[in-house]
């Protein structure tokens, strides 16, 4: 029992895990309660779990396993996170569940997999059962099997996959084991539940018996369709529906709808495996199938017969099998083999279906031929094979080849063909049979119906009705009105014998389908209100509805008369059909009829001599006519009255009018036939030109048009007018015709007949009717498109010329409604879609008007096989004759013969220039063929696609242009079909992935429907999500939203399943978010297209292919939507009639121009820029702008840009761009935030408009730039780095223009974009411009870049000054003049700017170019006065801008340029000189003065004159004292930003980057008020300096090339900075331990640099950074230093590399730090100090430290310990609190030693006294050590860096020990060290006891005089100034100068003729006055050559004079001034 009390107390997951198998019982036990007990599926528990359930599914021992088993249902069935395991579960139920005797293993095991389908993981329990059926254990297999059975008949074939248990299936019937053979038979009953007869194919080949007893067990199944009764977790609402079905007694027709859509889901051919045949033919087959002898044909085609026999075959190219057999068919003469071939045929078109579709076309027209074969077995076979063919391809592909076979004089063939169109039409659906389509084959058909043969009869009968029983009536009526009522009856019982393909119900599907989009109208409604109901579903259809509603009701309901089924225009002519024929009357009949209408006397004079009597007989007429009902006027009747004698001839004009008016009057009220009008006509046009009765003439006819139709009297008025000779007639003729067609629309009119009369009347004499024709060719050009041009391209090119001026003028005007004729009346049932349709009818009509002619016979077998040679030359010429055969026939009809498969294999020939010669051969023939070349799509088109793989570009590009030449006549569905762009997409090629996705984002958006085949390419899009290629990835998630558009979000993640785990996650991520992106469909296009009913908008029709397919065009549609918003209104409410339409939306679109031009648009910019980052459009990149820039920046632009402002900026005439311009700089005030809104797009817009030609818009944009950047520097905006880079370049390239005026704005607007852009960005972009070819540009740029230089000082120079300026100095050597010129000036700039250090940057320059540059130097030095001048000048201008360049954020503070400000001012300030001396960063600052006990740093006294009179001869530049910058005025509104910036510049690589930063920070940090704009900021400053410490250190230092002044200079810049900053304890508090160990690193570094040394300044360097480690430790934050020094020592002591004097020197530090603790104590956080040192210690415990070579740091230590204890007490243990286990702890055990010790000693002497515990002496330390502790000292004195502190040592030690000998120390040494020695013990003490001061001298350094002047600097501490303020006594000072002159050698009793030199300039061993006034030489000249203000060396006098200097320099002054006037001329004649 004691091992089980161990597992019993461990947590489930762990006893499930247990090796004993009773603790795994109980832990699955309790595991299984826990599982049930969870309620959150969610929760956390689950995931502890996840890895062990497949463990619970595999426990070896078989009980456990059983309750794993359990507890694993349980998981599954509960846990959120299940799914994670299926595959790994699954696969352990299979192998160790499934082998199990005990069948409650085997039931739990299914279980299991069925839990793991119902939370969707079907796939992967399929993919593991699958696998399990390869086991070699039969057990497994059959509960596989089973397992698979049950979940299909329990989640049905929607959910469990069927293809691959299909395709194991007979595999498993051929098992040896009976158990799996008796499994599979029950899985196949239960697949044949499912899907049926599907199944029968795939199981054909098994044993026959086998099948035998399936087939019985099939017959038993019920008929009724299973439905699923266990449902996966996202089917919940189906689960409830089903189980209510369930509780309300049966399924009556419960689950109906899934039922019917599981079974017709699967089809019997997706099951099946595709066989390769191609490989099988025998390998004579080719040589067979010609041979002579026709068995050995036969054999050939029999051979193909076995393989074409399987029912599915692989894709391939059968190109070849399929033109041997179409040749049999064609050609041969044996019957039998046609049939065979025929047979041969159909299998393949059986077993490819659509892949067959792309030879469809080839074989089509060859077996319609062929059905003049009389033999039923040859017509059978050849039926077969054009049915099988017609199921691979459309009606619409085979239209052409149908049409033109129907015109064959064989009756078989016409019958045969009539027949195949009625089976055709029964597999068609009323979608798929268009009424375009419809229409097109009725008309064929029609022709036929009077055949004399009866079989031909019959089958037109049939093939008629059929289109009936299809369509429905409502779609062929209007086709059939001219058929008699005998043969419509005949039609009308042959539709009712039809039986469709999916049975007759479809007939009353088609109706009901039908009627949909009439908006389920009640039959009873009324035409009118009908209609509203469309208007107000309509959309923005305004002016087609609007003119739809108008007019009275009563035709329509007259025109529905027999059928109401008629539509639109359709209706009104079939009613009227019947007058039509009216039969032409006798005159006797006529007067008859007149007589009994008209008076009496009216007949009598109608022919009288009289013309009074005629005029009052007429007016008798017309009164008359007036009065007469409708249906009793006799119209041809009263006509041929009115064309009795004199009739037409009438002289009389008054009569004549009267005339026509009655003409027009009759066809107005009565019912006009055409018969009656044919009598007036004639006489009308004769009329027509009648200066008096022209008008009249033309309302007659206006009316007599609205009574026959505008097309018929359209077509008779036009050849009468033209069979005369007036043109007065012809011009008035077509006049009359221009405004009719307005009136009445486009509809119906035939445009061949009118092109020809038109033709004829430009080629007339008299320019009136040339005129006239051309007006017409306007108002036709209006409803037809550009396609109309192509009539007339060869006119002469002056009429040519006028056309198109004309047809320029009608562009992107809308065709106004109609107002007159029957398309303006509502008919009862109009269908807006079928109005569409009826448009764009109107449109493909004009191009199937174009005269095609036939190429066939020009594409001979020798042309072909020449494109197929194998010389690439002759295949080249092959080309060149089929390109030219094209351009000769411009149009041409479908039939191109051998021209297709000899084109397609030139697509894959390897020379890329024929491919491409090929690609532009394709395109012309698309031109050429129009919409004929859909055919073709598939044999054609889809290698056009393929070629989108191409590696070159070029290529691939002239592919992407052919396919959208191709698709733009024919439409996508063509392409979209079928697998073939599928199988496109699977090829992993990722050129053609992403050309092909992207052309797909590009088409997709623009259809409205799609063929449902798109849903195969779904799965390769998602491979394309996780190609390698990040291209193809970003198309294709580009394109994923357009594929959602149409297959929706359902479908999409549905096809995900089949993913893995990891991709589907990361596909359904990328699929959630285009859901949010996903765009709309496209409205209709007769929603979309805001013209009339009627006029076709067939522009877009030609462009875009058949409307069906998609709306007419993507930019239509989005512009009519916005319409449609604009309007607001619904179209309800648009005026009824027709005219006011247009007008209201003219005004509407001037009321839109009153509002803002830009809209803001919420963090548009910044998504605009994310997108851009993020590639999701394009970068804004390109040599010259492609269409696609400019399509993306419409779409941007359309949210937030006025929509007529776009239209102006995107117009095609540059006017518009004017426009544009005038309207944005009107706005441009008013709107300046939703101008800063859209400025990204401004400016890109912009840039399109740099490369336009013409100069006027090229001016305004500048003119507008210059307008805007003032604009934005006024708003303080500052340009985001997205708007320069695509904005900056192209302005660059403007630079270069040859005219002058826009050079100057170019650079003017480059002046101001300083303003809102940084100079140094600028600086770039400028100098990417020098790189142009052009010379002009690069002259231009390299002066604006010495503008900018001039301007901004060398820190504008990107990256490097080195670098930009050997870039400038290339272009000396340049070929052009101006760019020479211009680089030498800009160089010389630079010069004066920056002195000769220039050469040093610029580099080596050939000898030409150096001599250029030094001769234009020399030049420009001659005129200083005068560049000065400019440079004055020119500053205002630009200081100004270098402020506002400081403004990084908009409205943000000032930024980086302060420093390039001062420089600026500094660098052009020469003019006006004052005498102050730099002083940013000399050491001797007056401030350090102030600071307690530190050095006054002052110069001496001779510096008080002035020294003008020395400077100005020499021209050295003085500015002024480092005066506040007007910049840091405002610096108390700082922003971190600033501060940021420049502290970074502080680490640059640059030297003068750097100094000019830490100038900035100087000239803050010296103003009290501004300096806390640095607090929080102390950190990142400190480790910027010691980066650049380390970079000095490290690089600087060892770069040979580099100036070390320039080194010192930077380190005078940093030491200069730090003592300011350690000034300011608020500051210096701030900084941290971490950065104060390293800064202190850093700095002892520096100390110890022994290159620094060698340095003409480095022992005034190291003296400095004595002063400032002093200033850091005495003035940062006690705690953080000490704990720096004590890890700085630590990490010194560990570094092997680290030398001793660095630990020496850190040590120093803490002794100081020691000195100082009893005043800082109480500052101190003595836990962190503690916690420090007991680190210290572990790391270097006792043991180790006394190994140490030195004894300082265990003494350094003990100091430390021993000082804290004294101070502190035994508190001190009170402070351990931060140390863990300090009982541990050395530390702990040490401080209690003090203390004992101490307690002990409370006698004796204490340390108190001790400043330093190296120079501690124990008092009973023996003689010897004593004298080892003098010599110590005295080594100490005589060293040069320890003499203060071995001074400061003796004195203690002679203090202490009085009695102490030090003779014997002295005797050996010279007089001079001995009287050095006295007199420095003498000062220590004045100094000490004398002023009763504790002094806080510390031996770090000697030479601490950092500024050593005579002023009382104490050594080390430069402390002298007393913090008391008392007076120090004259004596000190001179006694303390005694030693200074002494150790430097000068000689004391002349002291009175010297003045006290600035020791600063003097080096400690360096020589008498000579050296100083090196010194101060090389100074000056230092000062000259730079010109900057950063020296740190105080030449002036202004800022040295303090009070404790006074009084010892006043008694000298005159000797001091002479002395100092001697070595300044010294100085002057030395430059000389």
Not at 12 to 37: S, V
Request: neutral net charge; proline residues 4%.
């Amino acid at each position: 029992m004691g091992d089980d009390s161990e597992w019993m107390k461990l947590p489930i997951d762990q006893k499930c895990e247990h090796k004993l198998w009773k603790a795994r019982l109980n832990g699955y036990e309790e595991a299984l309660k826990l599982f049930e007990k969870i309620d959150d599926e969610k929760s956390p528990e689950w995931s502890k779990y996840l890895g062990l359930i497949k463990k619970f599914v595999i426990d070896s021992n078989a009980v456990v396993q059983l309750k794993g088993l359990e507890a694993a249902l349980a998981y599954v069935e509960n846990a959120h996170v299940a799914g994670k395991t299926t595959g790994e579960v699954v696969s352990g139920v299979v192998n160790k569940v499934f082998n199990q005797p005990k069948a409650k293993a085997k039931e739990l095991g299914i279980d299991i997999c069925l839990m793991f389908i119902e939370i969707e993981k079907g796939e992967v329990v399929q993919e593991e059962l699958l696998k399990g059926l390869d086991n070699k254990n039969p057990k497994i297999i059959v509960a596989c099997i089973e397992t698979l059975r049950r979940a299909l008949s329990e989640f049905g074939s929607k959910i469990i996959s069927l293809k691959p248990i299909i395709k194991v299936l007979p595999k498993l019937f051929e098992s040896r084991e009976k158990a799996v053979r008796d499994e599979a038979k029950l899985l196949a009953v239960e697949i044949y539940r499912w899907i049926r007869d599907a199944l029968r194919p795939p199981l054909q080949n098994i044993n026959s018996v086998q099948l035998k007893e399936l087939e019985e067990e099939w017959i038993k199944l019920p008929s009724s369709a299973p439905k699923q009764t266990r449902f996966l977790r996202s089917q919940q609402e189906m689960k409830a529906k089903f189980e209510q079905q369930q509780a309300a007694g049966g399924d009556a027709d419960g689950g109906g709808d899934d039922g019917e859509e599981a079974v017709p889901q699967v089809d019997a051919y997706e099951l099946l495996e595709a066989v390769e045949i191609l490989s099988k033919l025998p390998k004579d087959f080719y040589d067979k199938i010609e041979a002579k002898k026709w068995q050995e044909r036969k054999e050939a085609l029999e051979s193909v017969e076995m393989l074409v026999k399987n029912p599915k075959l692989e894709a391939g190219d059968y190109t070849d099998l399929v033109k041997v057999l179409k040749k049999v068919v064609g050609k041969d003469t044996n019957v039998m083999l046609v049939a065979l071939a025929a047979k041969c045929l159909a299998g393949l078109a059986a077993g490819l279906r659509k892949k067959f579709g792309q030879y469809a076309g080839h074989v089509v027209p060859t077996i319609l031929e062929k059905f003049k074969e009389k033999k039923p077995q040859v017509v059978q076979a050849l039926q077969e094979a054009i049915d099988a063919i017609f199921l691979t391809t459309t009606l619409q592909n085979l239209s052409e080849d149908i049409f033109a076979v129907m015109d064959n004089k064989n009756p078989t063939i016409k019958q045969q063909t009539s027949l195949f169109i009625a089976r055709s039409f029964r597999q068609c659906t009323p979608s798929t049979l268009s009424k375009s389509l419809l229409k097109s084959f009725c008309a064929a058909l029609l022709k036929h119906i009077n055949d004399p043969a009866p079989e031909v009869r019959d089958a037109v009968f049939e093939a008629l009705g059929t289109a009936l029983k299809v369509a429905g009536e409502k779609a062929v009526n209007p086709f059939l009105t001219d058929v008699d009522k005998l043969k419509l009856d005949r039609i009308k019982e042959c539709a009712e014998k039809v039986e469709l393909a999916g049975g007759s119900k479809a007939g009353g599907g088609a109706d009901r389908k039908e009627s949909k989009p009439v908006s389920g109208k009640v039959p009873a409604m009324s035409g009118a209100a009908g209609d509203k109901e469309n208007l107000a579903k309509s959309g923005p259809q305004k002016k087609a509805a609007a003119a739809k509603a108008g007019g009275p009701p009563k035709k329509g309901k007259q025109a529905g008369g027999g059928s109401v089924g008629n539509a639109g225009t359709k209706g009104k002519k079939g009613a009227e059909v019947k007058e039509i024929f009216e039969a032409e009357l006798s005159i006797e009949a006529c007067e008859e009829k007149a007589s009994a209408v008209l008076p009496a006397a009216c007949l009598q004079q109608l022919d009288s001599g009289n013309w009074k009597e005629r005029l009052a007989c007429m007016e008798e007429f017309q009164k008359a006519v007036e009065l007469m009902d409708r249906t009793e006027m006799p119209c041809q009747a009263l006509v041929r009255m009115l064309a009795k004698k004199p009739g037409w001839k009438e002289t009389n004009f008054q009569v004549m009018q009267i005339k026509l008016r009655i003409v027009a009057l009759v066809a107005q009220k009565g019912t006009f036939s055409k018969t009656s009008a044919q009598i007036v006509l004639d006489g009308l046009i004769d009329k027509i030109g009648d200066v008096k009765c022209g008008n009249n003439a033309k309302e007659a006819l206006t009316a007599i048009a609205e009574a026959c139709q505008l097309p018929w009297t359209a077509e008779q008025v036009m050849s009468m007018a033209f069979s005369q000779k007036n043109p007065k007639n012809q011009s008035e003729t077509l006049n009359w015709l221009s405004n009719a067609i307005k009136e009445f629309g486009f509809s119906g009119l035939n445009v061949k007949a009118f092109i020809s009369n038109v033709k004829t009347a430009l080629a007339a004499t008299n320019p009136a009717v040339r005129i006239s024709a051309i007006t017409l060719l306007g108002v036709m050009y209006l409803y037809v498109g550009p396609s109309l041009r192509m009539f007339f391209e060869d006119e002469k090119p002056a009429l040519l010329s006028q056309i198109d001026a004309e047809f320029e003028k009608m562009q992107g005007q809308t065709p106004p409604a109609p107002t007159r004729g029957n398309s303006r009346h509502p008919v009862g049932s109009g269908d807006d879609g079928e109005e569409g349709e009826e448009q764009e009818d109107a449109g493909n009509d004009v191009v199937d008007l174009l005269p095609r002619s036939d190429i066939a016979d020009k594409i001979t077998s020798d042309l072909v096989s020449k494109i197929g040679d194998k010389n690439w030359k002759i295949r080249k010429e092959g080309l060149d004759e089929v390109a030219s055969i094209i351009n000769e026939a411009k149009f041409i009809q479908p039939n191109i013969g051998e021209l297709a498969p000899a084109l397609k294999s030139r697509l894959n020939d390897s020379n890329k220039i024929l491919v491409q010669q090929t690609l532009s051969i394709l395109q012309q023939l698309a031109t050429a063929m129009g919409p004929n070349i859909k055919q073709h799509v598939k044999n054609l088109g889809i290698p056009i696609i393929t070629i989108l793989g191409d590696s070159k570009s070029n290529v691939r590009t002239a592919s992407l242009a052919t396919v959208n030449a191709w698709v733009e006549q024919t439409g996508m569905k063509e392409w979209l079909e079928g697998e073939d762009l599928s199988e496109e997409l699977k090829k992993e090629n990722p050129f053609l992935r992403q050309e092909l996705l992207g052309w797909l984002a590009d088409k997709l958006p623009t259809l409205r429907t799609v063929p449902s085949d798109l849903v195969i390419c779904v799965p390769h899009l998602y491979s394309c999500l996780e190609d390698r290629n990040g291209d193809v990835r970003k198309k294709a998630q580009d394109a994923l939203p357009f594929f959602m558009m149409h297959l929706g979000f359902d479908k999409m993640a549905k096809a995900t399943g089949k993913l893995k785990p990891a991709s589907k996650d990361q596909v359904l991520a990328m699929l959630e978010k285009a859901k949010a992106n996903m765009p709309a469909k496209p409205a209709p296009p007769t929603k979309t297209s805001s013209r009339a009913v009627g006029a076709a908008p067939a522009k877009c029709q030609t462009a875009s292919g058949s409307s069906e397919d998609f709306a007419s065009s993507a930019t239509e549609t989005k512009s009519d939507a916005k319409k449609a918003k604009a309007g607001g209104t619904a179209p309800k409410t648009k005026g009824i009639q027709g005219k006011k339409v247009p007008s209201k939306s003219n005004l509407k679109e001037d009321d839109d121009r009153s509002g803002p031009i830009f809209i803001i648009v919420p963090n548009g910019k910044e998504q605009r820029m994310k997108d851009e980052k993020g590639l999701k459009v394009l970068k804004w990149n390109f040599t010259t702008p492609r269409d696609e820039y400019i399509e993306q920046l419409k779409t941007q632009m359309s949210s937030c840009v006025a929509k007529w402002l776009q239209d102006e900026m995107f117009h095609a005439d540059f006017q518009h761009h004017n426009k544009a311009f005038a309207v944005m700089v009107e706005h441009l005030e008013s709107e300046k935030d939703g101008v800063i809104s859209c400025l990204d797009l401004i400016l890109k817009w912009l840039t399109l408009r740099f490369f336009d030609t013409n100069t006027s818009v090229l001016m305004k944009a500048l003119e507008y730039l210059k307008l805007l950047f003032a604009m934005l520097n006024q708003e303080e905006y500052h340009l985001t780095e997205n708007e320069a880079t695509s904005f900056i370049p192209y302005l660059v390239l403007k630079v270069g223009e040859p005219k002058d005026v826009i050079r100057r704005d170019v650079r003017a607007i480059l002046n101001r974009m300083c303003l809102v852009y940084p100079a140094s960005k600028m600086f770039t972009f400028i100098m990417e411009g020098t790189k142009s070819k052009n010379s002009k540009q690069r002259a231009e740029c390299l002066e604006e870049l010495g503008c900018l230089v001039e301007s901004y000082g060398m820190n504008v120079c990107q990256p490097t000054p080195g670098k930009a300026l050997k870039e400038m100095a290339i272009h000396i050597g340049d070929r052009d003049n101006t760019v020479r010129n211009a680089a030498l000036n800009t160089i010389v700039t630079v010069y004066n700017v920056h002195g000769d250090q220039v050469f040093k940057l610029i580099g080596n320059l050939s000898e030409k170019d150096m001599s250029m540059l030094e001769e234009r130097i020399k030049r420009s030095a001659k005129k200083p006065n005068a560049t000065l001048a400019r440079q004055v000048e020119e500053k205002p201008q630009r200081v100004q801008s270098a402020s506002a360049n400081a403004n990084m954020l908009r409205k943000g503070p000032v930024e980086d340029m302060s420093s390039k400000l001062n420089q600026a001012r500094n660098m052009s300030g020469h003019s006006d000189m004052t005498h102050a001396v730099p002083r940013e960063f000399q050491l001797d600052l007056d401030e350090i003065e102030n600071d307690n006990g530190t050095v006054r740093c002052e110069m001496p006294a001779l510096v008080q004159h002035k020294l003008d009179d020395i400077f100005e001869p020499v021209l050295i530049p003085e500015p002024k004292i480092r005066a506040v910058s007007p910049h840091f005025d405002d610096m108390h509104s700082n922003t971190a930003s600033t501060i940021n910036f420049v502290i970074s510049q502080v680490a640059s690589g640059d030297i003068n980057t750097s100094v000019q930063a830490l100038a900035q920070i100087d000239e803050v940090l010296r103003q009290e008020d501004k300096a806390e704009a640095m607090s929080g900021h102390i950190d990142q400053f400190l480790i910027a300096t010691f980066m650049q410490l380390r970079l000095i250190y490290n690089t600087h230092m060892a770069d040979e090339k580099l100036d070390k002044d320039e080194i010192v200079k930077l380190y005078s810049c940093i030491i200069g900075n730090m003592i300011s900053l350690f000034q300011i304890e608020n500051l210096a508090r701030e900084a941290s331990a971490g950065v104060l160990k390293d800064l202190m690193h850093g700095l002892i570094t520096l100390m110890l640099d022994s290159r620094i040394e060698d340095l003409e300044e480095g022992q005034q360097v190291i003296r400095s950074v004595n002063l400032l480690v002093i200033k850091v430790l005495e003035k940062s934050d006690q705690t953080n230093i000490l704990s720096a020094l004590l890890v700085l020592l630590q990490d010194s002591l560990l570094a092997t590399a680290s030398s001793p004097k660095f630990s020496e020197l850190v040590m120093k530090c803490l002794w100081r730090m020691v000195k100082l603790l009893p005043e800082t104590i109480n500052t101190v956080n003595l836990d962190r100090i503690m916690l420090d040192i007991h680190i210290f210690m572990k790391v270097f415990p006792k043991e180790k430290l006394k190994q140490c070579k030195s004894e300082f740091p265990i003494r350094t230590l003990k100091t430390l310990i021993h000082t804290l204890y004294k101070l502190k007490g035994p508190k001190i243990l009170d402070h351990l609190t931060m140390i863990d286990n300090k009982n541990e702890s050395e530390l702990e055990a040490h401080l209690c030693r003090v203390m004992k010790h101490s307690l002990d000693q409370t006698g004796s002497k204490s340390d108190k006294g001790t400043e330093k515990g190296a120079s501690r002496i124990d008092e009973k330390s023996p003689k010897a050590k004593v004298n080892d502790i003098l010599a110590e000292i005295f080594k100490k004195i005589g060293s040069k860096e320890n003499t203060k502190e071995g001074l400061a040592e003796l004195y203690e030690y002679k203090k202490k020990y009085s009695d102490a000998d030090i003779e014997p120390f002295l005797k050996n040494s010279s007089q001079f060290f001995q009287s050095y020695v006295e007199r420095g013990l003498r000062l220590i003490e004045m100094e000490r006891e004398g002023k009763g001061r504790i002094p806080s001298c510390t031996g770090i350094s000697p030479q601490m005089e950092v500024s050593c002047i005579p002023t009382p600097t104490n050594t080390v501490s430069s402390s002298i100034g007393n913090t008391n303020g008392e007076e120090v006594g004259p004596s000190v000072y001179l006694e303390r100068l005694k030693i200074l002159r002494q150790r430097c050698g000068l000689d004391n009793a002349k002291q009175e003729d010297r003045a006290p030199l600035t020791s600063q300039l003097s080096k400690p061993s360096a020589p008498t006055v000579a050296s100083s006034t090196d010194m101060l030489h090389s100074k000056l000249s230092q000062l000259r050559e730079s010109r900057e203000q950063y020296q740190h060396i105080d030449l002036d006098s202004n800022q040295t004079h303090s009070s404790g200097t006074g009084n010892t320099t006043s008694s000298s002054t005159a000797s001091n001034i002479d002395d100092l006037k001697k070595r300044l001329e010294r100085i002057k004649s030395s430059r000389k």
